[in-house]
């Protein structure tokens, strides 16, 4: 019976123990997986790179109304366009950096100015809408790396056939680089955020959980040629600085707390 007991007491002890060590790898488990879950804080940093933009891009519309022989109304649309983009390869612009952005044809309508009204026992009233003719459109964009063409580019295509001009704006071709050096600021700039509140708050940064991009702010600036951004008729050509932009990288950075 004594015997009995004794294992009794040594199953429970065992069993206790098991549980303890299950309990005990579960946790520590949990928190290699999961630390953020226990004691965590994130930093924000933000970075900066201005940059010169290389790309200036434009589009020019070429609109031709008349009466209602369509053909004729796309033919002339049609050489005028061609005039302008050949006024625009002359300036080296590339066939990859010219496209059409649209071409439309709209007709042209005719409404009569009546109502209909109640004549003895008959309904007088108003003849439909007539088609008086038609007008086409065509806008194409254009881009160019060379900022010196700019000003000829636009008073040129209007010389050329084209009557109107919009959406003049510098960009950069390709940021990539730029963005690289504004994130590793931006991670700099977290890092030192987060020794500072380690300070101030009396205790030791453990492991770098995680890091996260908040966002890339890539502006273009956006000449204005006119009222609403419409260059409506040829002139001089207009002298045209690009500026400067800011490109802005923010990233967020959790650490854990010892």
Do not use: W
């Not at 008959?122 to 964009?141: A, R």
């Not at 509140?197 to 000449?223: C, V, W």
Request: with cysteine; aromatic share 8%; hydrophobic share 40%.
């Amino acid at each position: 019976m004594k015997i009995k007991v004794y294992f009794g007491i040594v199953a429970m002890a065992l069993l206790a123990v098991a549980v303890f060590s299950v309990a005990s790898y579960a946790y520590t488990y949990s928190r290699s997986i999961e630390p953020s879950a226990f004691r965590s804080f994130s930093t924000e940093g933000e970075g900066k790179v201005i940059v010169i933009p290389d790309v200036a891009e434009f589009s020019f519309t070429v609109l031709t109304q008349g009466g209602t022989d369509l053909a004729s109304l796309q033919k002339e649309n049609s050489s005028k366009t061609n005039g302008a983009i050949a006024f625009v390869k002359s300036k080296r612009i590339a066939d990859k950096d010219i496209s059409t952005q649209s071409y439309t044809i709209t007709p042209r309508y005719k409404h009569f100015d009546c109502q209909s009204f109640p004549f003895g026992e008959k309904t007088v009233s108003c003849p439909p809408s007539e088609i008086v003719g038609y007008e086409v459109s065509q806008t194409t964009l254009v881009k160019t790396r060379n900022f010196d063409v700019v000003g000829e580019l636009l008073s040129g295509v209007v010389e050329n056939g084209a009557n109107s001009i919009s959406q003049l704006s510098f960009t950069i071709d390709d940021p990539t680089r730029a963005e690289n050096e504004a994130r590793a600021q931006a991670i700099e700039n977290a890092k030192e955020k987060a020794k500072a509140i380690a300070k101030a708050g009396d205790f030791r940064l453990g492991r770098l959980l995680s890091i996260q991009e908040g966002g890339i702010a890539i502006p273009f600036t956006r000449k204005s040629l006119g009222g609403g951004g419409t260059f409506e008729a040829a002139a001089a050509a207009p002298a045209i600085e690009p500026g400067s932009q800011d490109i802005r990288v923010s990233m967020t950075l959790v650490y854990e707390i010892r």
